[in-house]
């Protein structure tokens, strides 16, 4: 069972990551063209502290992947991940950023899981 502890914290820290993201994008001018200008904005939002807790995220759930792969198969523990990742990373961007929220979209999310069902159990 602490197996799955690891796939759950690679989950929720690379959705918090992402989330984190967007929402700060969100509120941030468009990038500039002019290469430099590019540079220097690209570093500058490196250094915001959401979108750097965005990056610090990414880094644990990383940790939590490796362990992970200590203990599953790649082609077990990656259609889980990517599962989790696409239904609550759009359950959340639905509620939180507020994304639209269609039929196409539900049953994409509901093909997702099944097609996750289907691998996890199939091994």
């Known amino acids: 069972m602490v197996s799955y502890f690891y796939i759950a914290g690679t989950i929720i820290f690379?959705?918090?990551g992402q989330l984190i993201m967007k929402w700060r994008m969100n509120g941030i001018a468009a990038l500039p063209e002019p290469t430099i200008e590019k540079i220097v904005f690209l570093i500058?939002?490196?250094f915001?502290?959401?979108i750097f807790s965005g990056f610090v995220a990414a880094f644990i759930?990383?940790?939590f992947w490796?362990?992970?792969m200590t203990k599953f198969e790649i082609s077990n523990a990656y259609p889980i991940i990517v599962g989790g990742?696409?239904?609550l990373t759009s359950i959340f961007a639905i509620f939180f950023l507020k994304e639209s929220f269609t039929l196409i979209k539900i049953i994409?999310?509901?093909l997702i899981v099944s097609g996750v069902y289907l691998l996890s159990n199939n091994s």
């Open 14 to 16: 690379t959705v918090y």
């Open 48 to 50: 915001d502290p959401y």
């Open 85 to 87: 990742l696409a239904v």
């Open 44 to 46: 500058k939002l490196v």
């Open 61 to 63: 759930a990383s940790l």
């Open 108 to 110: 994409a999310l509901l």
């Open 66 to 68: 490796m362990a992970a």
